[in-house]
């Protein structure tokens, strides 16, 4: 039998202040790349808990979503390894407290840096996907949806048990 094909589904916080967006530099198998605060879903979260997770790991920042940017999907293949992986990354946007003191940044995350627009498209070649300038672009553009758009049934907290 044939293997399902399943996606990598992501989440990331695009967080402007100032005109500046919130990134972080941090280590790949590519070398050091820049990131909108992002990663992996996580069984037994909802997107939006997803987003404000990775953001506090990975900057030490509250992350507070105030909507949905967009969901993408993209795919890329490692030079190293030439792995063939499809992504699904769920964008909010929103609002973050300043980091906490003390906070230690996740594994692999260098540092945080704003970035203007202008200096995250100068920097395409370090950006660890095309989709980090593209939801920034969305966000300049004023793409805005509502959260209420994406609806998390309750088994994902506590799965159902099918009997037979």
């Not at 989440?11 to 500046?20: M, T, Y």
């Not at 198998?29 to 953001?55: F, I, M, T």
Request: net charge negative.
């Amino acid at each position: 039998m044939e293997e399902r094909w399943k996606p990598s589904v992501t989440v990331a916080a695009v967080i402007e202040r100032d005109g500046s967006f919130l990134l972080v530099e941090e280590h790949t198998s590519e070398g050091l790349k820049l990131n909108n605060p992002a990663g992996h879903l996580d069984p037994g979260e909802s997107p939006e808990q997803g987003a404000v997770r990775e953001a506090l790991e990975e900057t030490g920042c509250v992350f507070t979503p105030t909507h949905l940017l967009g969901v993408y999907l993209s795919r890329f293949r490692r030079p190293a390894t030439h792995e063939d992986i499809t992504f699904v990354r769920f964008a909010f946007a929103g609002t973050a407290s300043e980091p906490a003191p003390g906070w230690v940044l996740d594994d692999g995350i260098v540092r945080t840096l704003w970035m203007t627009p202008q200096e995250i498209r100068a920097s395409a070649d370090r950006l660890r996907s095309p989709l980090v300038l593209r939801c920034i672009e969305d966000h300049l553009a004023g793409r805005r949806y509502p959260l209420d758009m994406l609806t998390t049934d309750p088994t994902v907290y506590c799965p159902e048990i099918k009997t037979s």
